[in-house]
């Protein structure tokens, strides 16, 4: 399975969009350091319909790699090249 993850997660509208782009034919993580920002993120894909699970974690921390499971590919999610990554990506699971 593909697993996309976006780190500081804020709203959720990105790896919410993310998951519609790809139809929820992958696992989606994000994580952010903000409680407010993780609740925000679970009520955004909940009101698009998506699988989201947000993780109220640091990924500086060694430990919080833990948290996610290993996968053979993997897509992360950064905001500064969001806009150039999602495109190239969309058929990286499979979904055409």
Known sequence: PCV??????GSGICITYLAQILDNNAVF???????K??????????????AV???????????????FPSMKHTIYLNKIL???CVTPYKNFCGKT
Do not use: H, W
């Open 37 to 50: 920002a993780v609740e925000m993120t679970k009520a955004t894909a909940k009101r698009n319909n998506r």
């Open 29 to 35: 993580f994000c994580t952010d350091i903000n409680p």
């Open 82 to 84: 969001y806009l150039q």
């Open 53 to 67: 699970e947000p993780v109220l974690c640091n990924l500086v921390n060694a430990e919080s790699i833990a948290c």
């Open 4 to 9: 996309c993850i976006e780190v500081g997660c």
